[in-house]
């Protein structure tokens, strides 16, 4: 069916929050797997991509990483590759200094 991608990540996105972390996770992980050719593909990535940038769940920046760069390299013309980069930027840093750096842009 061609909302089943849809609705996996509708699912992840209520797992994670109830946080219901792992879920989200396996969902994204199957949305990926069994639907490479769906539209919506960076969109899955880049939820699963923050779930590795969470410092309370996987805490893995090197894979978080990873995955903002596929959907940079791979979908250069969504938002969502200006999103990745911008999450990109602000890996393994700390609220604090994410504001800082978002006050001093201004």
């Known amino acids: 069916d061609s909302l089943s991608p849809m609705l996996l990540i509708k699912t992840a996105q209520v797992a994670r929050a ?3 972390l792992p879920q989200a996770k396996r969902v994204l992980d199957e949305c990926i797997a069994t639907y490479p050719n769906f539209k919506n593909l960076p969109a899955a990535i880049f939820l699963l991509a923050q779930l590795y940038d ?3 769940y996987m805490n893995n920046e090197t894979e978080a990483r ?3 760069q596929k959907i940079i390299d791979e979908y250069p013309h969504s938002d969502w590759a200006m999103s990745a980069k911008g999450a990109i930027e ?3 840093k700390s609220d ?3 504001t800082k750096i978002i006050l001093g842009k201004r």
């Open 18 to 20: 109830i946080n219901n």
């Open 54 to 56: 969470e410092d309370n």
């Open 66 to 68: 990873r995955l903002y």
């Open 90 to 92: 602000y890996l393994g």
């Open 96 to 98: 604090e200094e994410i």
